[in-house]
Structures are given as structure tokens and as C-alpha cells.
């Protein structure tokens, strides 16, 4: 991101409930009344991240055009634009710019914080209050300073997905529940020529949560929650995050140029991988089955053999066993945004939205009322596990915000390319942190 602001902040969940720039921008922060709301034409454009064909994409558009015919003034341009570059760079050039999009996708966490601290944001404290009391607690990650400038539509823990199949091929009679069973289910799956575990280190994010996650088995969660208030990086814990890494990268556990695949693109990125038979596994969140239809060649085939298990425990590691890593996706306003789009938001929340997104498969909803419509099986795994998670932590590089995410998922992703090394992933998290 283009501000250099330390952020950070931590998500302790408990789903057990289960779960853009239009000539027609106002300026200021007075809302106008009720009344007049959706008396003049607006156009609001709206960027998300569903950019390849398949159930999530359809979504939105039908979402965008039932919006448009409730309330005819309102006409909504919407564009789907690949997570990275979205994330990365197109989102942030345009919230520089004088004309961004009006509503967005947004992270939460330490990104948000950047980004209210810069005054790109909405405040939409006032108008939400309804929707945050039924989303509940995960509401909390788009908030800075107690106030709500963004909510989310989707949340829920990472696992690993898998191919059922080729488990029982390889003789693999239970998801493994350690590392040290998935290190033996790794070394079962080569018997049989099989990828074990797809990664798309070539996007880095999905490469630097194989980190995250033995960070949050070497950690505290006292370390963590420490970690994302201060970024305070001198517990050992985060070194050995690294070492640990380090030796499951050297059982050689993945695909081969691993470095260079990409994440979740096409049939030859790492999701597509385990959509089309050709690994056994892939460390991914609630997302991912989405993403698998899109890029499957045989859904069928697919649904079939298509799993998921939580990410196993680290023996005789100080962290919490049930804690597991999460997050969600959400939408935020920009600061001089028509009224309009603060409406458009609540309705992406509404249950009945949520529970058509829940029926696409491509995720978890977080609204009350919703959770009927997660009826895909590996994602119904996902739903319970996220219940009975004893702790859940936000993704890392949302949690430490922007500045340091970047630099922190750069220095893991050079531990797999094999020129970094534990303590430099460190060191680039603390530089990082006083910039």
C-alpha cells in the first residue's frame, strides 16, 4: 500500500452462528436524509475480486442488477479484478487518485486502519448498526478507532483440501491431525507418483500461510495478539516459524518450479492442480472450493472426490492446538461516495443475499440467517471447524497491515526459493515495522 502506517488487529472468532468512481461522487461526510436517498441517478463502481467465470462472478452480476431494480436511480458498474492485483496495485493507485472506485474490496485488519488513517474510507458507523449486530464479532476486523468503515460478506478458517481419492490410493486411511502424519502422508502419496501438495508460491500469499501457520503453532496467542497491536517481533517463536518451514520445505513435499505457480489463475496455477487430479493437497481458505469449480475441467469429478481437513497440530509446539488461521472478504466506501453506496453495502449483508452467496459454494457467509445455504460438504467441514476453533487468528499479512505483510510474505517466499533464511524473515517484518 502507498501509506506506511503501523497497523494491526486481531480476530478472536467464534462462528457458531456461521457461520466505483462515478461522475456522481458527493463530497462531505453529512449523510443525506432518508428521503432523499435514491432520488437522483447515481452510478456507483464497484470493484471485487470475482474476476473469472464461474458461480461468484454470476453472483455479483445478478446481485448488482436486483439491487438496480429495487432502487432504478441507482445503476452499478461493476468489474472483477484479480485478488492480487487488486490488492497490490490497482486499489491502491486508485485510492491515491482523486477518482476511486466507490465501494471495494476490502480486508479489514491492519489494511483497513491504513487506509482510514490516510482518509480514503467511509464512515459508516451510524447506518450499519443493525447489520453489525447480526454479523456479530467478525464485524470488528473493518473497524479502526471503534468505528466501522467497512463490513464483511464472507468468513471463515483455512485448511487443507484434498483429494479423497488419491488418499485411499495411497493407503492414507484418515486426514492427517499432526504434521507428523502429514509428513508420512506426503511420503505415502510419492509411492504413488502423486504431487503431494500443490503451493502457488508465484503469487507469494499462498506460499508465505504455510508460514503463518507454523508461526501460529510456535507462538502464543498472547505472542500473536502482541504481535498485531505493537508488531513486536522479537519472541523466538517467529524464528522458529521460519526453521520449521524450512524442514517441511525439505522433505520436498510440492510440485516441481513451485516458485513460479501461480495460485488460484487456471488449470495450471496450484488450485488447478488439485481441481484436475494431479495433487493430493492444497493449503487454501473457505474460498477455495469456489475457485476449484472454476478451474476444474470435470466438476463432477470434483465434488466427488474433494475434501478438507484443518491444518494438523505441531507436536510439543507451545501454541494452541485448536487455534487456526482466518479471515474473510469484505466491501468498504469510499469517503466521498454517494449515500448510495453505504445501501448497496448493507444489502451485500442482508441474510437473503448471504444466503444466495452461501448456495454459490465460494464461501462462508457471515450474516445470521444464512448459514441454510452452505449445503457443498467440504464447506460445511470448513463451517464446523471454524466453530469449534478454540481461537482464530487473521491472516498475518492483513493482521500486521500492508507494509509489513509485503515484506514479511517477500522474506517466506525467499526461504522457499531457497535463498532466505528464518532470521531474515524477521528482520524484514522489524524493518518493515519502522518505516
Given at each position: 500500500?502507498?501509506t506506511?502506517?503501523?497497523?494491526?488487529?486481531?480476530?478472536?472468532?467464534?462462528?457458531t452462528?456461521?457461520?466505483?468512481?462515478a461522475?456522481?461522487?458527493?463530497?462531505?461526510?453529512?449523510?443525506?436524509?432518508?428521503?432523499?436517498?435514491?432520488?437522483?441517478?447515481?452510478?456507483?463502481?464497484?470493484?471485487h475480486?470475482?474476476?473469472?467465470?464461474?458461480?461468484?462472478?454470476?453472483?455479483?452480476?445478478?446481485?448488482?442488477?436486483?439491487?438496480?431494480?429495487?432502487?432504478p436511480?441507482?445503476?452499478?458498474?461493476?468489474?472483477?479484478?484479480?485478488?492480487n492485483?487488486?490488492?497490490r496495485?490497482?486499489?491502491p493507485?486508485?485510492l491515491?487518485?482523486?477518482?476511486?472506485?466507490?465501494?471495494?474490496?476490502?480486508w479489514?485488519?491492519?489494511?483497513?486502519?491504513?487506509?482510514?488513517?490516510?482518509?480514503?474510507?467511509?464512515?459508516?458507523?451510524?447506518?450499519?448498526?443493525?447489520?453489525?449486530?447480526?454479523?456479530g464479532?467478525?464485524?470488528?476486523?473493518?473497524?479502526?478507532?471503534?468505528?466501522?468503515?467497512?463490513?464483511?460478506?464472507?468468513?471463515?478458517?483455512?485448511?487443507i483440501?484434498?483429494?479423497?481419492?488419491m488418499?485411499?490410493?495411497?493407503?492414507?486411511?484418515?486426514?492427517?491431525?499432526?504434521?507428523?502424519?502429514?509428513?508420512?502422508?506426503v511420503?505415502?502419496?510419492k509411492?504413488i507418483?502423486?504431487?503431494?501438495i500443490?503451493?502457488?508460491?508465484g503469487?507469494?500469499?499462498?506460499?508465505?500461510?504455510?508460514?503463518y501457520?507454523?508461526?501460529?503453532?510456535?507462538?502464543?496467542?498472547d505472542?500473536?495478539?502482541?504481535?498485531?497491536?505493537?508488531?513486536?517481533?522479537?519472541?523466538?517463536?517467529?524464528?522458529?516459524?521460519?526453521?520449521?518451514?524450512?524442514?517441511?520445505?525439505?522433505?520436498?513435499?510440492?510440485?516441481?518450479?513451485?516458485?513460479a505457480?501461480?495460485?488460484?489463475?487456471?488449470p495450471?496455477?496450484?488450485?488447478?492442480?488439485?481441481?484436475?487430479?494431479?495433487?493430493?493437497?492444497?493449503?487454501?481458505?473457505?474460498?477455495?472450493?469456489?475457485?476449484?469449480?472454476?478451474?476444474?475441467?470435470?466438476k463432477?469429478?470434483?465434488?466427488?472426490?474433494?475434501?478438507?481437513?484443518?491444518v494438523?497440530?505441531?507436536?510439543?509446539?507451545?501454541?494452541d492446538?485448536?487455534?487456526?488461521?482466518?479471515?474473510?472478504?469484505g466491501?468498504?466506501c469510499?469517503?466521498?461516495?454517494?449515500?448510495?453506496?453505504?445501501?448497496?453495502?448493507?444489502?451485500?449483508?442482508s441474510?437473503?443475499?448471504?444466503?444466495?452467496?452461501?448456495?454459490?459454494?465460494?464461501?462462508?457467509?457471515?450474516?445470521?440467517?444464512a448459514e441454510?445455504?452452505?449445503?457443498?460438504?467440504?464447506?460445511?467441514?470448513?463451517?464446523?471447524?471454524?466453530?469449534?476453533?478454540?481461537?482464530v487468528q487473521?491472516?498475518?499479512?492483513?493482521?500486521f497491515?500492508s507494509?509489513?505483510?509485503?515484506a514479511?510474505?517477500?522474506a517466506?517466499v525467499?526461504?522457499?526459493?531457497?535463498?532466505?533464511?528464518?532470521?531474515?524473515?524477521?528482520?524484514?517484518?522489524?524493518?518493515?515495522?519502522?518505516?
Open positions: 500500500m502507498a506506511k502506517r503501523r497497523a494491526g488487529a486481531v480476530l478472536a472468532l467464534f462462528m452462528s456461521a457461520l466505483v468512481a461522475g456522481c461522487n458527493s463530497g462531505g461526510d453529512e449523510e443525506p436524509s432518508e428521503s432523499e436517498l435514491y432520488k437522483n441517478p447515481v452510478t456507483l463502481t464497484w470493484w475480486n470475482a474476476s473469472q467465470e464461474g458461480p461468484g462472478k454470476t453472483y455479483w452480476e445478478k446481485v448488482a442488477k436486483d439491487f438496480s431494480a429495487l432502487h436511480t441507482v445503476t452499478i458498474q461493476a468489474e472483477g479484478i484479480e485478488t492485483q487488486l490488492q496495485t490497482r486499489l493507485a486508485a491515491l487518485s482523486s477518482d476511486p472506485p466507490d465501494i471495494f474490496q476490502s479489514g485488519g491492519g489494511e483497513i486502519r491504513e487506509q482510514v488513517e490516510a482518509d480514503y474510507l467511509k464512515d459508516v458507523t451510524d447506518q450499519v448498526k443493525d447489520e453489525v449486530a447480526n454479523i464479532s467478525a464485524a470488528e476486523i473493518w473497524q479502526a478507532d471503534g468505528k466501522q468503515y467497512g463490513l464483511p460478506y464472507r468468513m471463515g478458517i483455512e485448511g483440501w484434498y483429494n479423497k481419492d488418499f485411499q490410493r495411497a493407503g492414507i486411511a484418515a486426514p492427517p491431525t499432526t504434521f507428523d502424519e502429514l509428513n508420512d502422508a511420503t505415502k502419496l509411492a507418483n502423486v504431487i503431494p500443490a503451493v502457488g508460491a503469487d507469494k500469499w499462498p506460499a508465505a500461510h504455510w508460514w501457520n507454523f508461526a501460529l503453532r510456535a507462538c502464543s496467542v505472542t500473536l495478539k502482541k504481535a498485531s497491536t505493537d508488531l513486536s517481533f522479537d519472541d523466538q517463536c517467529f524464528v522458529k516459524a521460519g526453521q520449521d518451514l524450512k524442514t517441511f520445505i525439505d522433505t520436498k513435499p510440492f510440485q516441481n518450479n513451485f516458485i505457480t501461480p495460485g488460484q489463475n487456471d495450471t496455477s496450484a488450485n488447478g492442480l488439485l481441481a484436475n487430479g494431479k495433487a493430493a493437497m492444497e493449503l487454501m481458505g473457505d474460498w477455495n472450493k469456489g475457485t476449484l469449480d472454476t478451474v476444474a475441467a470435470d463432477a469429478a470434483l465434488n466427488k472426490f474433494i475434501g478438507w481437513f484443518p494438523p497440530a505441531l507436536s510439543g509446539s507451545p501454541g492446538p485448536k487455534a487456526a488461521l482466518g479471515g474473510g472478504d466491501f468498504a469510499a469517503k466521498n461516495a454517494p449515500a448510495e453506496c453505504v445501501e448497496f453495502l448493507k444489502y451485500l449483508v441474510p437473503e443475499v448471504q444466503k444466495g452467496y452461501a448456495e454459490t459454494g465460494t464461501g462462508l457467509p457471515v450474516a445470521k440467517g441454510a445455504g452452505v449445503q457443498d460438504p467440504a464447506l460445511r467441514s470448513v463451517l464446523e471447524a471454524t466453530a469449534g476453533a478454540t481461537y487473521l491472516w498475518l499479512d492483513t493482521a497491515g507494509t509489513v505483510g509485503n514479511m510474505n517477500d517466506i525467499a526461504i522457499f526459493a531457497g535463498n532466505g533464511t528464518p532470521e531474515k524473515v524477521v528482520e524484514a517484518m522489524k524493518a518493515a515495522a519502522r518505516k
